[in-house]
DNA sequence: AGCACGCCGACT
DNA sequence: GTCGGCGTGCTC
């Protein structure tokens, strides 16, 4: 074999256990010098083509059989750095999941690609066949001939060697492109032009006032037509007559080119943030890695130390990676960092078409902008000498991805900090557990901020006890109390926020006649009311049934609707304030782009009272001139299947009161329960973050739950509930074998819902101490799932899991 | 994941 | 005798 062959290790587009590692291809010459780690190419996989990611490229192969050659190259430049293929790979092995998948999670959506399968004739075709299938058309798509009923005729052609099979892959990604145009004349010979055009050409004597007005500059097609009420024919005319060329331009979309942001001078730190600040910076400066935690109360200014360590790193031209839980909430942090850093700063998130997302991703990955600003995946944002990173509300679960790879941002960023040697900085009013527990160890470094930067009192929170209602034969779902504050306050013209957890009008409705609850069919979950188009709605497979008039099975027309949802207070808030304006902000009602925005408009425009809404009215809203906040029912979040159910209603009850009071008039919180001494409102009450973490550990550490162990969890689901149970039996039993020190099975049990979509849920926990101790067996795991897939039985692998339903 | 290869039941 | 069912194993 010539000695200049070059090889490219290639991870394909499959995602299974067999083929998890990197495939030995050929470099074709002429891409020798050119095919880099990083790169997209297409290269041909058993029968067919697959996409695959380069991670490395060498000048020899172990693999010992005639190797293939990659057929396309789909990228000029790599589309992952080292040190994502680095990242993707430790990953993989740590989650449990496939490299492919890490890989795909890293990079925007538009650079994944479609496959396509079409017929083509080949060279033995009969010439009545070629007549049938491929006179007015090259070739035949595998879709259009199983939509035609020609598939089963051309396979036999297939086998027959007539046609042939093809597999073709492609690319989504578009770059814009728009028109601009390019004054040829000068001024004079312009001027000449006009003296020569007839009168009634109006159109024409516009264009070439512009033109003249350019003096030679270029302008886009899309400003022309916009600012000047010219048309593309009239410019195409112009270009034929020689007064301009008309050329294309490649253009990043920008979804924030309307956003009108002062700039805002970074602010004067008080003596707690500029501590803070003091303590992070040095380590911009000097490349070191540490966590911190900057824990510090509502209103404490931890944004401002953000800008400003952002700022420091600027200055050092290192860039910044800034994390929020859903940025669509929370606009006031995108105006800030725009106000501030401009187009230094590229917007990622969910909202964004893919179009704008790749775009925005381009700007990072060409150093147009060196400030990314995102969600959960933005951690993997295509920044190179990071400066710092930070991470707000750090205790947000959204930063666990809930499907695969079931990466958690936090661990990622400690990762890309260790790799680029920079601070990360974990900021949040109420740290999770774990992230407090480690800045007790020493791990972390605790920074904390423990005055408001407005120097007012945290607002007053009352803890409602609704079993007295209950026993006053109140039946609303206002306390007298909630209900007399919602009348002072709208009587002030403030403004009020309500949060309740649960959408929908009722919770489930039942028969009086016979005590039939109404199911999901797919899903053991009763299915909830909504009013709004009367209908009964799965909240879990979404499946959707009109509103009865009679029961199904006693034909009985007393159908009565039982627990509350945004809707049915909604109804309610109607009938006891009649005079308050409200909106409702839940899944339901933000569902189209811009619909947040418009809701949230409304507040602060003050066309609104009242805002009613689920747990996302709980987050980074700043409105000044709400200065009441309900919160229906705390115990919903209470009492889930999860041990983090008490961490949770604490934050979230404490997110929800740093709504009130934001301005300068003061804020009060009512929180409505059926247990009002439970220890997680007791504490949130008080504001005491510390005392409630001191409680909850001495909880965990009795229970044996994080931080104090990892949990692993195993989900096992099957159509067949029996095929199913026994399956995560057998996991046990190889986890019970396996025989691991300090490691702790739980279960199998079955799932908080037993059954969504027709599976039926398993789930197996195991608890450990020494995460390389339980590599071996879980990988063995692992790969028996992969036969088990073969059947059907699937099964979840969830390093930490946020959530247990 | 796909797809081919290969070994058993009901049909021209 | 063959067509086609889907169990098994492989993809550089």
């Given at each position: 074999?010539?000695?200049?062959?070059r090889?490219?290790?290639v991870?394909?587009d499959?995602?299974?256990?067999?083929?998890?590692?990197?495939?030995?291809?050929?470099?074709p010459?002429?891409?020798?010098?050119?095919?880099?780690?990083?790169?997209?190419?297409?290269?041909?996989?058993?029968?067919?083509?697959?996409?695959g990611?380069?991670?490395?490229v060498?000048?020899?192969?172990?693999?010992?059989?005639e190797l293939?050659?990659?057929?396309?190259?789909l990228?000029?430049e790599?589309v992952?750095?080292?040190?994502?293929?680095q990242?993707?790979?430790?990953?993989?092995?740590?989650?449990?999941?496939?490299?492919?998948l890490?890989?795909?999670t890293?990079?925007?959506?538009?650079?994944?690609?479609?496959?396509?399968k079409?017929?083509v004739?080949?060279?033995?075709?009969?010439?009545e066949?070629?007549?049938?299938?491929?006179s007015?058309?090259?070739?035949?798509?595998?879709?259009?001939?199983n939509?035609?009923?020609q598939?089963a005729?051309?396979?036999?052609?297939?086998?027959?060697?007539?046609?042939?099979?093809?597999?073709?892959?492609?690319d989504?990604?578009?770059i814009?492109?728009a028109?601009?145009?390019?004054?040829?004349?000068?001024?004079?010979?312009?001027q000449?032009?006009e003296?020569?055009?007839r009168?009634?050409?109006?159109?024409?004597?516009?264009?070439?006032a512009?033109?003249?007005d350019?003096?030679?500059?270029?302008?886009?097609?899309?400003?022309?037509k916009?600012?000047?009420?010219?048309?593309?024919?009239?410019?195409?005319?112009?270009?034929r007559?020689?007064?301009l060329?008309?050329?294309?331009?490649?253009?990043k979309r920008?979804?924030y080119?309307?956003?009108?942001?002062?700039?805002?001078?970074?602010?004067?730190?008080?003596?707690?943030?500029?501590?803070?600040?003091n303590?992070i910076?040095?380590?911009?400066h000097?490349h070191?890695?540490?966590?911190?935690?900057?824990?510090?109360?509502?209103?404490s200014?931890k944004?401002?130390?953000?800008?400003?360590?952002?700022?420091?790193?600027?200055?050092?031209?290192?860039t910044?990676l800034?994390?929020?839980?859903?940025?669509?909430?929370?606009p006031?942090m995108?105006?800030?960092?725009?106000?501030?850093?401009?187009?230094?700063?590229?917007?990622?998130?969910s909202?964004?078409?893919?179009g704008?997302?790749?775009?925005?991703?381009?700007?990072?990955?060409?150093?147009?902008a060196h400030?990314?600003?995102?969600?959960?995946?933005s951690?993997?944002?295509?920044?190179?000498n990071?400066?710092?990173i930070?991470?707000?509300?750090?205790?947000?679960?959204?930063?666990?991805?809930?499907?695969?790879?079931?990466?958690?941002?936090?661990?990622?960023?400690?990762?890309?900090?260790?790799?680029?040697?920079?601070?990360?900085?974990?900021?949040?009013?109420?740290?999770?557990?774990?992230?407090?527990?480690?800045?007790?160890?020493?791990v972390y470094e605790?920074?904390?901020?423990t005055?408001?930067?407005?120097?007012?009192?945290l607002?007053?929170?009352?803890?409602?006890?609704m079993?007295e209602e209950?026993?006053?034969?109140?039946?609303?779902?206002?306390?007298?109390?909630?209900?007399?504050?919602?009348?002072?306050?709208l009587?002030?013209?403030?403004?009020?926020?309500?949060?309740?957890?649960?959408?929908g009008?009722?919770?489930?409705?039942?028969?009086?006649?016979?005590?039939?609850?109404?199911?999901?069919?797919?899903?053991?979950?009763s299915?909830?009311?909504?009013?709004?188009?009367k209908?009964l709605?799965?909240h879990?497979?979404?499946?959707?049934?009109?509103l009865?008039?009679?029961c199904?099975?006693?034909?009985?027309h007393?159908?009565?609707?039982?627990?509350?949802?945004?809707?049915k207070?909604?109804?309610?808030i109607?009938?006891?304030f009649?005079?308050?304006?409200?909106?409702?902000?839940?899944?339901?009602?933000?569902?189209?782009?811009?619909?947040?925005?418009?809701?949230?408009?409304k507040?602060?425009?003050?066309?609104a009272?009242?805002?009613?809404?689920?747990?996302?009215i709980?987050?980074?809203?700043?409105?000044?001139?709400?200065t009441?906040?309900?919160?229906?029912?705390?115990?919903?979040?209470l009492?889930?299947?999860?041990?983090?159910?008490?961490?949770?209603?604490?934050?979230?009850?404490?997110?929800?009161?740093?709504?009130?009071?934001?301005g300068?008039?003061?804020?009060?919180?009512?929180?409505?329960?059926?247990?009002?001494?439970h220890?997680?409102?007791q504490?949130?009450?008080?504001?005491?973050?510390?005392?409630?973490?001191?409680?909850?550990?001495?909880y965990?550490?009795?229970?044996?739950?994080s931080?104090?162990?990892?949990?692993i969890?195993?989900?096992?689901?099957?159509?067949?509930?029996?095929?199913?149970?026994?399956?995560?039996f057998?996991?046990?039993?190889?986890?019970?074998?396996?025989?691991?020190?300090?490691?702790r099975?739980?279960?199998?049990?079955q799932?908080?819902i037993?059954?969504?979509?027709n599976?039926y849920?398993?789930q197996?926990?195991?608890?450990?101490?020494?995460?390389?101790?339980?590599?071996?067996?879980?990988?063995?795991?692992?790969n028996?799932?992969?036969?088990?897939?073969?059947?059907?039985?699937?099964?979840?692998?969830?390093?930490e899991?946020?959530?247990?339903?």
């Open positions: 074999m010539a000695n200049n062959q090889y490219a290790q991870i394909v499959v995602p299974t256990m067999q083929v998890n590692h990197p495939f030995d291809y050929i470099i010459s002429q891409w020798a010098n050119f095919v880099t780690p990083g790169m997209r190419v297409q290269v041909p996989f058993g029968v067919r083509e697959v996409l990611f380069v991670v490395e060498s000048d020899e192969s172990n693999i010992d059989r293939k050659s990659i057929s396309a190259v990228d000029d790599p992952l750095t080292s040190e994502m293929l990242l993707g790979k430790e990953l993989a092995t740590q989650l449990f999941t496939f490299q492919i890490c890989f795909q890293m990079i925007p959506n538009l650079l994944k690609v479609d496959y396509t079409v017929f004739p080949l060279p033995t075709i009969s010439w066949h070629q007549q049938q299938f491929f007015s058309q090259k070739e035949v798509s595998w879709d259009a001939a939509q035609n009923q598939l005729t051309l396979m036999q052609l297939k086998s027959a060697g007539e046609v042939a099979v093809e597999y073709r892959l492609k989504k990604k578009k814009k492109k028109y601009w145009i390019q004054p040829l004349l000068d001024y004079e010979e312009l000449e032009v003296s020569q055009l009168p009634q050409a109006t159109k024409q004597q516009d264009l070439v512009v033109l003249m350019l003096d030679g500059e270029n302008i886009s097609a899309k400003q022309l916009a600012s000047f009420n010219l048309s593309m024919q009239t410019i195409r005319s112009g270009e007559k020689g007064w060329t008309v050329f294309e331009k490649e253009e920008d979804p080119a309307d956003l009108v942001t002062e700039t805002v001078e970074p602010k004067t730190l008080f003596p707690e943030q500029q501590q803070a600040f303590r910076l040095p380590d911009i000097t070191r890695h540490e966590v911190f935690l900057l824990q510090g109360v509502t209103g200014g944004t401002e130390v953000y800008l400003q360590l952002i700022q420091a790193a600027r200055d050092l031209d290192k910044a800034l994390l929020v839980p859903e940025i669509g909430l929370t006031q995108v105006n800030q960092l725009k106000g501030r850093f401009g187009n230094d700063v590229a917007v990622l998130h909202q964004l078409t893919a704008e997302r790749f775009d925005e991703w381009r700007k990072l990955k060409h150093g147009e400030i990314a600003v995102g969600a959960r995946s951690i993997f944002a295509p920044l190179d990071l400066g710092i930070i991470i707000d509300e750090e205790h947000e679960t959204t930063y666990k991805q809930n499907n695969a790879p079931r990466y958690h941002a936090r661990e990622v960023a400690k990762w890309r900090g260790n790799y680029h040697q920079c601070p990360v900085v974990l900021g949040s009013a109420t740290p999770s557990l774990e992230t407090r527990a480690r800045a007790q160890n020493g605790r920074l904390t901020l005055k408001r930067t407005n120097h007012h009192e607002p007053d929170v009352q803890i409602v006890d079993r209950f026993k006053h034969k109140n039946y609303y779902q206002f306390s007298r109390k909630l209900r007399d504050a919602i009348t002072e306050t009587a002030r013209h403030e403004q009020v926020a309500l949060m309740l957890n649960r959408r009008y009722a919770n489930y409705i039942q028969c009086m006649d016979c005590g039939h609850v109404f199911q999901c069919p797919n899903c053991d979950v299915l909830t009311r909504h009013n709004e188009d209908t709605k799965c879990y497979c979404g499946h959707t049934e009109a009865p008039q009679f199904p099975e006693c034909r009985g007393h159908l009565q609707s039982f627990g509350t949802g945004t809707e207070v909604e109804q309610e109607m009938e006891l009649p005079e308050a304006n409200v909106v409702r902000m839940d899944n339901d009602t933000t569902r189209r782009k811009g619909s947040h925005q418009k809701i949230l408009n507040v602060a425009n003050h066309e009272d009242i805002l009613l809404g689920t747990q996302m709980a987050k980074g809203l700043d409105f000044p001139n709400i009441l906040v309900g919160i229906i029912n705390a115990d919903t979040s009492y889930l299947p999860n041990f983090r159910a008490s961490e949770q209603t604490f934050q979230l009850i404490t997110q929800m009161s740093g709504r009130a009071g934001r300068d008039l003061p804020g009060q919180v009512f929180v409505q329960t059926f247990n009002p001494e220890y997680a409102l504490f949130a009450k008080a504001h005491d973050y510390e005392k409630f973490y001191a409680y909850e550990m001495r965990r550490k009795l229970n044996h739950y931080p104090y162990v990892f949990t969890r195993l989900t096992v689901s099957h159509f067949d509930e029996k095929t199913g149970l026994r399956t995560a057998k996991i046990r039993r190889l986890l019970q074998e396996a025989d691991v020190p300090q490691t099975i739980l279960g199998p049990s799932s908080a037993a059954r969504i979509n599976q849920y398993f197996v926990l195991y608890h450990y101490r020494n995460r390389h101790a339980i590599q071996p067996i879980l990988e063995t795991i692992k028996k799932a992969q036969e088990w897939d073969r059947d059907h039985i699937h099964v979840m692998m969830d390093v899991p946020m959530s247990f339903m």
